[in-house]
């Protein structure tokens, strides 16, 4: 007799179902064997499951016991498939009932979908990637799911579908059975969770920098990409922290995307479930390119996917290795980035805003002089001309002044600049739809919505010709002016034309094609 339990793998960020089959045969001597292309953790996981099974009471069957992992093609990776064997040796022995029906008060383990580490006296571990596998099973027409406990309130996002947390492996024999009730998790408050969610640095803590906290609002309102340029200690790490608290809250769908990224990561917190504020990451310029981009021989998120839908921080960007710098330049332009791996393709999302900072030399600071401004292009030349191609906004942030740096908080805050940018993006997702900020206009629906007026036609003309400027800044600065007439609310309209204090701001937010 064949038992079968369904399970699932993660493949990136998803999920895909996997059934798990126990055939035992007590005419032979005791071995155990897993087929399925199971690795060295999924292999080792009858070790686990017999010291389990022991610890809490329940017999392991003699003789030989073959366990397949279906479909046998596909590689099966991770401790996830300790639960759904335990409960396939235990339905094949008789213990469990799987076929539970009416008056029996258990639950049918097939229309379940089963997925838990185990440890050696019966308590079951988190896992990756349970929101993925709860969105399967849902989408599969399955009644449920059974996860670790501490995967409960992340599977419970998805909703429509009934998410049992257990604790230990009697929980799920009582659970299946009908020895015990457990109430499904509650599902997940996303939108008050998203309300309630609060950025750690405010703007107005910020001394003086008027100017940069301008450009941060016009990159925040069109979700254009930004460095920051100026001398050590003037404040750039400080406002890119501050920077999510001017975005928009994430919308719920927003919110599912990010979480289930950093579900199949293991990086989500098991307390909230969900990833409610847009996330900020900022690895260190000695990370490697796996590392920033995705990627090892398993694949898995990198820097760049786990902030989808936030922002990634650069810190001293020219300090990074080229080749690491190099590799951003696809997902800057795609939102997604693609490993490809001799077993299979895998595609991780990477809508991210991309703000970075560095010193004008390696000392930290402008040195004067005819020397000093070559060791400054020297220190800028470490930045390729694509890469900054591919950034909308640079900006200088200056040296702040004493009389800055001893006065109060009087600059503009947090809450001011959410409530433009919150305008700007709502004048242009009524003119663009939901899901296109500006700058991810192409140039044909730069000619449709971002029209120009003589003046402005005859500026940048000239602005092309004398920085030299490439035809992929010619559309960053007309994106960067639609965005500028968007918080100038007088000039939002679809047939409004951009005019030239609009294009002359955007052309002098590219400062590094000056220097570069």
Sequence with gaps: MVTRVHSALIEGIDARP????????????AKETVVGLPDAAVKESLDRVKAAMANAGYPFPPGKVLINLAPADVRKEGPMYDLPVAVGLLAAQGVLITQAGPGTGGVDPRTFVIAGELALDGRVRPIKGALAIADMARRRGFAG????????????????IDVIG?????????VLSGALEIEPHPPVDVESLIASAEAPVDFADVRGQEGVKRAIVIAAAGSHNLV?????????????????????????????????????AGMLDSEQGIVAVRPVR??????????????????????????????????????????????LRQPLEDDVVTIARAAGTVRFPARFMLVAAMNPSHKGGASPGAAGQREMERYLGRLSGPLLDRID?????????????????????????????????????????????????TGRQLDRWA????????????????????ARAYDKIRRVARTIADLD????????????????????????????
């Excluded at 990370?287 to 820097?303: F, K, T």
């Design 18 to 29: 996997v059934e798990v089959e126990v055939d035992l045969d007590d005419r032979g001597l």
């Design 145 to 160: 799911v059974i996860v670790p406990a501490g995967n409960a309130s992340e599977a419970a996002v998805v909703g429509g």
């Design 166 to 174: 257990v604790s230990t492996l009697a929980e799920v024999v009582g």
């Design 228 to 264: 920051m340029v100026g001398p050590a200690g003037t404040g750039k790490t400080m406002m890119a922290k501050a920077l999510p608290g001017i975005l928009p809250p994430l919308s719920p769908t927003e919110a599912i995307e990010t979480t289930r990224v950093y579900s199949a």
């Design 282 to 327: 900022s690895p260190h310029h000695t990370a490697s390119a796996p590392a920033v981009v995705g990627g090892g021989i398993v694949p898995r998120p990198g820097e760049i996917s786990l902030a989808h839908h936030g922002v990634l921080f650069l810190d001293e960007l020219p300090e990074f290795p080229r080749p690491v710098l190099e590799t």
């Design 393 to 441: 906004i640079h900006v200088e942030a200056p040296s702040v002044k004493y009389e800055e740096l001893r006065s109060g908080p009087v600059g503009v805050s947090s809450a001011d600049m959410r409530a433009q940018v919150i305008r700007a993006r709502a004048i242009a997702r009524g003119r663009q739809g939901e899901d296109r900020t500006n700058a991810r206009l």
């Design 451 to 470: 029209p120009l007026d003589q003046t402005a036609e005859t500026l940048l003309g000239q602005a092309i010709t004398e920085l030299g400027l490439s």
């Design 489 to 516: 609310e007088r000039h939002a309209g679809d047939e409004t034309p951009l005019t030239s204090s609009h294009v002359a701001e955007a052309v002098g937010y590219r400062l590094l094609d000056r220097r570069v």
